[in-house]
């Protein structure tokens, strides 16, 4: 049978062979084995004896030679590495094993064999020069780091090892014996001596070829260095291959928990805080450098190179984890297969694409271990000789080599698939018909036309007005002058150009897509990663250009914090709202992940804000949710945000001063209150939050930390600090503004009232408009305890009898006072908002219906936002379903107007003229609800 039969379970993929194979099966295939088996049957014999060539024995190697017992210990260390991987091979060959115990056992060899060559050198060194010390007098050892597959955990069967030396003084002082030696000479020596032990060829032949080329400078530096050079050195002159070099750094010998903090301090060389785009430039260009030499060299056979080989798999894998790991830790992982199951996770790579290129791992890893089995060289080439062919087909457990083949190409084909559709390049697909018009542009760019020429090929988008779209793009090429755009940037730039013009010429208006669009990329002029984000990603640039085109707003807030269009990447993802308590989830972690900085959790609340706002927007503009979907996901949202930062600012405050507590003794309770939009559920995208205010804790009682405060003071400045966390300017902007302009006495009032304090101002000094504004108000931060105390003081403020005539003049009064302060209706055009027959006019309606009504029809009391008012009032029997048809229309009509106008940043205007019957009846059922007569 074919070994293509087992490849639907990478796990079976991974023990494809012999099983069962007998002993001439596994010499006969491998001339390393057989040589071992010859020169030691005696070994040969305990080992078959112990069990460990016997199903119930293990491949990892036994302990390493101890130096300080063993005579001669580069003669023992070699011996030792030769019958470990003579075990290793026979059991791998026999199909004992499955292939990731067997990359686990080769890889722990290996880490043995260097911590048994580094203690040799340190004792060795020790004798003469003494060891070096920390200020607080420790022993201070080497750090070795091993790159690439041994640092991925997954070793070759006759593999170099790639090491970084490098050690954790600042390197000042010298080494404590008898002819000392400054630090550097000293670690320079030890590393040495290392290499040296493990790297000569003797009699007994060698450990491990050591490659040491990937530290800092390459051939050309220092052996080893401190971590502070290696930091200055990944800081100022790291490329871009040293960070996929370091995606598998590990360290494996030495002090590794020294070897940890210096991943740690590489990190952010490694993985960017933004998304890295740039990264698939930098890997076609790598991978299109390997596909020259191995044309140059004739080795197109070879799997690891070659295509579809092992290394396009890393390239996939590492490539989303340089984009996207300095925002997802969970991708930093130096083992390739979980870090591609983490791909899938994150939405990154579909669950069908990672099981074929995990199945694709597993027979190339076999095939490039079993052709090093062979004889122990480091190849990756197939055999030539019809012979050797029918040899390995059957080392793999194929009945010829036509069968394995057939598989190797299936698989191949597979991953050379999967690359080309992750790493296509931006002009794969270009289509020859719009060349001349993009050659003309790229052109325009250059300024290498004249204006009237300019003109000319901007209006070949479809662009109708050519002056304003030539006056953004000629202050993009301003901006990417003065700001001295690097090389590549240009390069993007130009690239992306071309693209952005076609998308908007497909789009529903070429006009706005482009003014908006091209100060967005203004914004982003210096930022070559996010170029290289709307080069590589035509669904991301689509996604742009139709959002700009649906609202000036969306537009402009992308331009402000370019970190948005992280978002576009996925629109399914993009416009999947997800409900309550996974934004509460979502926003919690993110805010855990920077631990207790402030200014960090301020700029994650932020721009998770942000982020959001702009999947709700996404949805809106592309009419995905209706309009009622979205106010109750931004008030939803608002509401996540702010129930965070009361959190916030309560361990913030309770660090210094601790907390007040009630007559209980259980923690005071500090309530927040929205009113207006947010309280009526209504919140749109450029709302403030209309807040006030309460505590419950008892007036004498005083805070329980070292510094105390009393509750007044306290819950004042924790009001104080929750308005800076949610308002203050940051360089990710502002969560939200905050008006308390709504609390008790107004800007002279107190910031915080005590609860019983707030019910005695409501129902003893308040003013009518102020009850108006409770109507609107609800509940929405705090602990349950004081929400259902303010429900309730609500409910009674709302449910006193009052004289209708009285209240009618009084909340016409208040209308006509608004309306002559706020509406902006000219002759032409009617203020959407304030006229009359308008928004404001349905609103004081439900307002004085509840406060009119609300003693002998409580349940009007319940709901905060004027259509659920409306449609309690209808089932009450106390207004007509005709009437109330009217109004739940006019009001949907009206703040469906105002909501799409906002997200053009303009005002809600419309004309003079427009809408005249529905005005007018909701004008007449004012006059019947509220009018004079």
């Known amino acids: 049978m074919g070994a293509g039969d087992t490849q639907d379970d990478p796990s079976a993929a991974a023990t494809i062979g012999v099983r069962g194979a007998d002993a001439a099966n596994i010499r006969a295939w491998s001339s390393f084995v057989d040589d071992w ?44 590495r030769h019958e470990s991987l003579a075990v290793i091979a026979w059991r791998d060959l026999a199909g004992l094993d499955a292939l990731e115990a067997t ?61 970084i030396f490098a050690y954790p003084h600042g390197g000042c002082g010298e080494s404590d014996g008898q002819r000392p030696l400054a630090v550097v000479e000293y670690f320079r020596k030890l590393a040495q001596r290392l290499v040296r032990c493990l790297h000569a060829a003797t009699s007994d032949g060698f450990v491990y070829r050591v490659d040491t080329r990937l530290r800092p400078f390459g051939d050309a530096g220092a052996l080893v260095a401190s971590f502070s050079a290696m930091e200055a050195y990944y800081q100022n002159h790291g490329r871009e291959w040293e960070r996929y070099a370091w995606i598998k750094a590990r360290p494996v010998a030495g002090d590794i928990d020294a070897g940890q903090v210096l991943n740690k301090m590489l990190r952010p060389f490694v993985y960017r805080r ?96 079993r052709l090093q089995m062979v004889a122990d060289q480091q190849t990756h080439d197939l055999p030539s000789e019809s012979a050797a062919q029918a040899r390995f087909a059957a080392m793999l457990g194929y009945t010829d080599w036509s069968s394995f083949v057939a598989d190797l190409d299936a698989t191949r084909n597979t991953v050379q698939a999967a690359f080309g559709q992750i790493f296509a390049g931006p002009q794969a697909g270009a289509g020859t018909a719009v060349d001349g018009r993009e050659a003309r542009l790229t052109a325009a760019w250059e300024a290498s036309l004249d204006e009237a020429d300019v003109y000319a090929v901007i209006g070949e988008y479809g662009v109708d007005d050519a002056e304003s779209v030539y006056n953004a793009f000629a202050d993009l090429r301003h901006r990417a002058n003065r700001y001295d755009v690097e090389q590549r940037g240009h390069r993007w730039l130009t690239g992306l150009l071309p693209r952005l013009f076609e998308d908007a010429a497909a789009s529903d208006n070429p006009d706005l897509a482009l003014e908006r669009a091209l100060p967005v990329i203004g914004a ?202 949610l308002a203050t300017q940051t360089p990710a902007g502002r969560a939200f503004e905050v008006d308390m302009r709504l609390r008790p006495s107004g800007r002279s009032g107190l910031m915080v009232s005590h609860i019983d304090a707030f019910a005695t101002y409501q129902d003893k000094t308040a003013w009518t408009w102020e009850h108006q504004a409770l109507v609107r108000a609800r509940y929405v931060a705090g602990p349950e305890e004081l929400g259902a105390r303010f429900r309730a003081i609500r409910a009674d403020v709302l449910g006193c009898q009052r004289d209708p005539v009285q209240l009618a003049t009084q909340v016409r009064d208040m209308r006509r006072r608004m309306s002559e302060a706020k509406d902006q209706s000219t002759d032409d055009l009617a203020d959407v908002k304030q006229m009359r027959g308008g928004l404001i006019d349905i609103e004081f309606m439900t307002q004085f219906a509840v406060l009119s009504r609300g003693h002998d029809c409580p349940e009007v009391l319940i709901f905060s936002d004027a259509i659920r008012i409306l449609e309690t009032l209808e089932s009450a029997g106390l207004v007509s379903f005709e009437d109330t048809r009217i109004l739940v229309e006019a009001y949907r009509d009206y703040r469906r107007r105002r909501h799409s106008q906002a997200l053009q940043l303009e005002r809600a205007m419309i004309p003079a003229d427009a809408l005249a019957e529905r005005r007018e009846a909701v004008a007449a059922l004012w006059d019947q609800w509220l009018g004079e007569a």
């Open 103 to 163: 990359l686990a056992a080769l890889t722990a060899l290996a880490e043995n064999c260097i911590e048994a060559a580094l203690v040799a050198a340190e004792a060795e060194i020790a004798t003469r020069h003494g060891v070096i010390r920390d200020a607080d007098d420790n022993v201070v050892r080497l750090c070795v780091m091993g790159m690439g597959k041994l640092g991925g955990g997954e070793l070759n069967f006759s593999s170099d090892i790639d090491l």
């Open 37 to 80: 088996c010859n020169a030691h049957p005696d070994r040969l014999s305990e080992l078959r004896d112990s069990g460990r060539l016997g199903a119930s024995g293990k491949p990892n190697p036994a302990p390493a030679p101890d130096p300080a017992v063993t005579d001669d210990f580069d003669k023992a260390l070699r011996a030792y």
């Open 524 to 725: 982003i002029v210096g930022r070559s990663n996010y170029l290289a984000l709307l080069v590589e990603h035509p669904a991301a640039r689509s996604m742009l250009v139709r959002l700009c085109v649906g609202s000036a707003w969306i537009a402009g807030r992308i331009g402000e914090q370019p970190a948005l269009l992280d978002n576009l990447l996925d629109p399914r993802q993009l416009f999947r709202l997800p409900a309550r308590d996974a934004l509460e989830t979502e926003l919690a972690d993110e805010i855990a992940a920077v631990g207790d900085d402030l200014e960090q959790q301020m700029n994650v609340l932020r721009r998770f804000t942000q982020a959001a706002k702009l999947k709700i927007a996404a949805a809106d503009v592309t009419e995905a949710v209706p309009l009622m979907t979205v106010s109750d996901r931004l008030s939803e949202l608002a509401e996540v945000v702010l129930n965070q930062a009361v959190e916030m600012a309560w361990q913030q405050l309770a660090a210094r001063h601790g907390i007040p507590r009630r007559d209980d003794n259980g923690r005071a309770g500090f309530g927040v209150i929205a009113y207006g939009r947010l309280g009526g559920l209504e919140l749109g995208y450029t709302s403030d939050l209309d807040l006030v205010f309460v505590y419950d804790a008892p007036s004498e009682r005083v805070s329980d930390g070292d510094r105390p405060l009393s509750a007044q003071v306290f819950f004042t400045r924790l009001a104080q600090r929750l308005i800076h966390i």
């Open 274 to 369: 933004y998304l890295d785009y740039g990264t698939f430039e930098s890997i076609r260009e790598m991978k299109a450098l390997i596909d020259r030499q191995i044309q140059q060299a004739r080795l197109a056979s070879n799997i690891k190179l070659g295509r579809g080989g092992i290394r396009e798999i890393e390239f996939m894998v590492q490539a989303f984890q340089l984009i996207r790991g300095g925002q997802e830790p969970e991708l930093r992982d130096h083992r390739l297969l979980p870090a591609m199951a983490k791909l899938v996770e994150g939405n990154h790579l579909l669950a069908h694409q990672v099981e074929d290129l995990e199945a694709a791992y597993w027979l190339l890893r076999r095939v490039e271990n």
